[in-house]
């Protein structure tokens, strides 16, 4: 479950620093290649080639990823080509995701201090800008940043950065932390060791003099090593599967937990949390205690409910929006206005004037008619088309409908339990606004959630961000159940 934001999520936030730090230092032209490694297991590789001219810096990024779901393949590959001014401020990007045979597209151009953005993918396109004052750079190619600055022990930044996938801006920090001599190619090598943090996650990196780096680590389990071409390209003849991965990225407890979806009342302690106050809070979850355990790491005691029966009050169908008005609007993996949807959505809640009632048959009609399989698409509206997928599929579909049909909805990420792999997995359910926030899973046929949701961010874009900072740190101890 939860692929979308567990693997092309985590993964592309694994890479982000990876995708072309072997440059040199002054920058010139280079091509370079690594293997990406998940506790162990290639499940791919990066290439990152730069081109520098008279007037404009070209680089050339490439991650692919490999899965699979039974006979089902789950290839990932994100493609970009970022044009730099000579001072590395942005001048344009084109990123390409595809996934499945499944393409999204985002176009970037700089204009004065407005970055336009132009989002293309199946039954969507939008153009909007967004504001780019001096100082933000494109992810894809921060270790340029770096570079430029040099390498000295205990030198420190932060940089602003925009994340091209999710058109945000957010801060990494940075720090050289020591020189360390290791191996590489079977030889001893000197090198510079960087900590790089960003939106929750921290990686680890060894870099040369030159700029060359040989080796990135995450704490959720990534890594990745400087390859010639040929090993970063030979990803072995059978692709790692998708539940294999889930099982390595699962939180286990110590004891199991019986008919979990009847579960009215959990307590439970969340540790390795990032900060007090990352755990949110809602009707349904309520946080009684939180204890700081180290730099930086915390422990949270949690008493999560399942979700009462109904709302307190009956809101009529349209729900006016208010401050939740964009709730309502179209995304790029939820297209709200597109006529298939519209057309669906307004068959399915015909006559009803209950805006909850309605909500449940969205839900209902989505879980009877989407295959629970491990796959993952882009957008609602290829989980309408190919009539399968995880949760976010599931997710993505029920909120498009449900706010054509006029109710406000948002997409949260947390854990749930699962009694086939006896543990939590990363998941995304829909909160729907009624006169009061509801939580249901369409993914497991659900109209009041169980107690073992727990929710950790909202979002699709910002919520993805956040959950990088829970998956692979975060442990769970049931208190009572």
Same mark, same amino acid.
């Given at each position: 479950m939860k692929l979308k934001l567990l693997f092309h999520i985590t993964l592309f936030g694994a890479a982000l620093w990876w995708a072309g730090w072997a440059g040199a230092v002054p920058i010139v032209d280079s091509d370079d290649w690594s293997g990406t490694y998940f506790k162990g297991h290639k499940m791919g590789f990066n290439h990152a080639r730069v081109e520098v001219g008279d007037q404009t810096i070209e680089v050339h990024t490439k991650m692919y990823f490999r899965l699979k779901s039974g006979n089902i393949d789950q290839s990932t590959t994100f493609t970009q080509n970022t044009t730099l001014n000579l001072?590395?401020?942005?001048?344009?990007f084109v990123l390409l995701q595809e996934i499945m045979?499944?393409?999204?597209e985002i176009v970037g151009r700089v204009e004065g201090h407005k970055l336009i953005l132009e989002i293309t993918g199946r039954g969507f396109y939008k153009k909007k800008s967004i504001d780019f004052p001096k100082g933000i750079y494109p992810s894809a190619t921060a270790w340029l940043n770096l570079m430029r600055e040099g390498f000295e022990v205990g030198k420190k930044g932060t940089l602003n950065l925009l994340v091209e996938p999710f058109q945000l801006v957010l801060p990494m920090t940075y720090q050289i932390l020591r020189k360390e001599t290791i191996q590489h190619d079977g030889r001893k090598v000197d090198t510079f060791?960087?900590?790089?943090?960003?939106?929750?996650?921290t990686t680890t990196l060894w870099t040369n003099a030159e700029g060359d780096i040989l080796r990135e680590r995450s704490l959720q389990g990534f890594e990745s090593h400087?390859?010639?071409?040929?090993?970063?390209?030979d990803l072995g003849d059978e692709p790692m599967s998708v539940s294999s991965f889930i099982t390595l990225s699962l939180v286990k407890v110590k004891q199991p937990i019986h008919a979990s979806d009847d579960l009215g009342v959990l307590k439970l302690k969340l540790s390795r949390v990032h900060s007090p106050d990352s755990i949110p809070q809602d009707h349904r979850q309520r946080v009684l205690k939180t204890e700081k355990q180290g730099e930086e790491s915390y422990t949270t005691t949690l008493l999560i409910n399942r979700e009462p029966k109904a709302p307190v009050k009956r809101v009529s169908l349209p729900v006016p929006g208010g401050k939740y008005r964009h709730l309502l609007e179209d995304a790029p993996e939820i297209q709200v206005k597109h006529p298939l949807i519209r057309t669906l959505a307004k068959d399915l809640v015909e006559g009803q004037q209950d805006a909850w009632q309605a909500a449940k048959i969205i839900s209902t009609w989505v879980y009877d008619n989407l295959d629970k399989v491990l796959v993952d698409s882009f957008t609602a509206l290829d989980a309408l088309h190919d009539r399968r997928g995880e949760c976010q599929s599931h997710t993505n579909l029920f909120t498009a409908l449900a706010r054509a049909a006029g109710i406000p909805t948002r997409v949260v990420n947390g854990l749930v339990y699962s009694s086939h792999f006896k543990g939590f997995l990363y998941h995304a359910w829909p909160e729907v606004w009624v006169g009061e926030w509801r939580?249901?899973?369409?993914?497991?046929?659900?109209?009041?959630?169980? +107690?073992?949701?727990?929710?950790?961010? @909202? =979002?699709?874009?910002?919520? +993805?961000?956040?959950?990088?900072?829970? @998956? =692979?740190q975060v442990r769970i101890e049931l208190l009572e159940q």
């Amino acid at each position: 479950m939860k692929l979308k934001l567990l693997f092309h999520i985590t993964l592309f936030g694994a890479a982000l620093w990876w995708a072309g730090w072997a440059g040199a230092v002054p920058i010139v032209d280079s091509d370079d290649w690594s293997g990406t490694y998940f506790k162990g297991h290639k499940m791919g590789f990066n290439h990152a080639r730069v081109e520098v001219g008279d007037q404009t810096i070209e680089v050339h990024t490439k991650m692919y990823f490999r899965l699979k779901s039974g006979n089902i393949d789950q290839s990932t590959t994100f493609t970009q080509n970022t044009t730099l001014n000579l001072d590395l401020s942005l001048k344009r990007f084109v990123l390409l995701q595809e996934i499945m045979g499944k393409r999204q597209e985002i176009v970037g151009r700089v204009e004065g201090h407005k970055l336009i953005l132009e989002i293309t993918g199946r039954g969507f396109y939008k153009k909007k800008s967004i504001d780019f004052p001096k100082g933000i750079y494109p992810s894809a190619t921060a270790w340029l940043n770096l570079m430029r600055e040099g390498f000295e022990v205990g030198k420190k930044g932060t940089l602003n950065l925009l994340v091209e996938p999710f058109q945000l801006v957010l801060p990494m920090t940075y720090q050289i932390l020591r020189k360390e001599t290791i191996q590489h190619d079977g030889r001893k090598v000197d090198t510079f060791v960087i900590q790089q943090k960003f939106a929750g996650m921290t990686t680890t990196l060894w870099t040369n003099a030159e700029g060359d780096i040989l080796r990135e680590r995450s704490l959720q389990g990534f890594e990745s090593h400087k390859e010639t071409e040929a090993k970063a390209r030979d990803l072995g003849d059978e692709p790692m599967s998708v539940s294999s991965f889930i099982t390595l990225s699962l939180v286990k407890v110590k004891q199991p937990i019986h008919a979990s979806d009847d579960l009215g009342v959990l307590k439970l302690k969340l540790s390795r949390v990032h900060s007090p106050d990352s755990i949110p809070q809602d009707h349904r979850q309520r946080v009684l205690k939180t204890e700081k355990q180290g730099e930086e790491s915390y422990t949270t005691t949690l008493l999560i409910n399942r979700e009462p029966k109904a709302p307190v009050k009956r809101v009529s169908l349209p729900v006016p929006g208010g401050k939740y008005r964009h709730l309502l609007e179209d995304a790029p993996e939820i297209q709200v206005k597109h006529p298939l949807i519209r057309t669906l959505a307004k068959d399915l809640v015909e006559g009803q004037q209950d805006a909850w009632q309605a909500a449940k048959i969205i839900s209902t009609w989505v879980y009877d008619n989407l295959d629970k399989v491990l796959v993952d698409s882009f957008t609602a509206l290829d989980a309408l088309h190919d009539r399968r997928g995880e949760c976010q599929s599931h997710t993505n579909l029920f909120t498009a409908l449900a706010r054509a049909a006029g109710i406000p909805t948002r997409v949260v990420n947390g854990l749930v339990y699962s009694s086939h792999f006896k543990g939590f997995l990363y998941h995304a359910w829909p909160e729907v606004w009624v006169g009061e926030w509801r939580a249901l899973d369409p993914t497991l046929g659900q109209h009041q959630v169980d +107690a073992t949701h727990i929710k950790l961010s @909202i =979002g699709n874009y910002a919520g +993805a961000l956040k959950l990088m900072e829970f @998956i =692979g740190q975060v442990r769970i101890e049931l208190l009572e159940q």
